[in-house]
């Protein structure tokens, strides 16, 4: 049977929403922090919708315990780089899309042209490092966070609240602890819980507001964080105020 000719186009049915813009999806530059459950979960999402240029940093090795929330890794892979693995994976699902592994902390990563950087990272001082750096570059930073059955996104864009200004005291003393689902930090730290149904849906929504950034639709982005309550099936949307006193305020108004 000859496939009808919408149905033999990947993205037809994604081209029925008349503002998304499928081409700037597919010729942006994507940085994707991260690579263990809400990386894999992102990447899966960003490969499906068609991103055809994702650079994915992460310094981690799979263990057992990722398995039961990576798609791209496999029991085999037990000791691997995770941003090794997800990128040989990727092209698994959509071989159109170029997908460039950096192995080290994002710390030590020098390159930052990019679109749009997302944040799936598991401890305070890498999450503020990437939102620092994609503010100073004026580059829309996505960072979502899990705990259990609960989770959150913000979108952190060139004015306005950043990450770093909805931290308190608390999380500015747990900076250098890695707080890692897997452990292998620093400092031995509680593992979180974690799950996937909660990883799909913060990973879902980060993807969708980059769409909707790099489509021209930034007026209909989440303002300042959305929290998700898996318990409840709830989501609250909570404003941050701006810190003016925000060290990456500070640098902006030198620039």
């Known amino acids: 049977m000859k496939a009808r000719e919408y149905d033999a186009d990947r993205f037809d049915r994604m081209k029925r929403i008349g503002w998304l813009d499928i081409e700037k999806i597919r010729t942006s530059r994507c940085l994707v922090a991260g690579a263990g459950a809400l990386g894999n979960e992102v990447i899966k999402c960003m490969l499906l919708a068609g991103f055809g240029d994702i650079t994915v940093a992460d ?7 990722n398995l039961s929330r990576c798609v791209f890794f496999r029991e085999a892979d037990a000791g691997r780089n995770k941003a090794e693995a997800v990128a040989e994976r990727a092209s698994e699902l959509h071989s159109g899309t170029k997908i460039t592994p950096f192995t080290s902390m994002i710390q030590e990563l020098e390159d930052w042209d990019f679109d749009i950087v997302m944040g799936c990272l598991d401890n305070i001082s890498a999450r503020l490092h990437a939102n620092s750096h994609a503010r100073y570059h004026r580059i829309p930073y996505i960072d979502g966070a899990t705990d259990g059955f609960r989770g959150k996104v913000q979108v952190v864009f060139e004015s306005g609240p950043c990450l770093e200004c909805g931290m308190n005291s608390s999380h500015m003393k747990l900076m250098d602890e890695r707080f ?9 730290v509680p593992k979180l819980a974690a799950e996937i149904t909660t990883t799909s849906v913060i990973a879902a929504v980060q993807v969708r507001e980059a769409m909707k950034i790099l489509s021209g639709k930034r007026e209909l982005s989440i303002m300042n964080v959305m929290y998700y309550d898996g318990m409840s099936g709830t989501m609250q949307y909570l404003e941050i105020p701006e810190d003016r006193n925000c060290s990456n305020h500070y640098t902006e108004e030198l620039k």
């Open 180 to 188: 890692s689902c897997t452990g292998g930090g620093t400092i031995f």
């Open 59 to 65: 310094m981690d090795r799979i263990v057992p315990s």
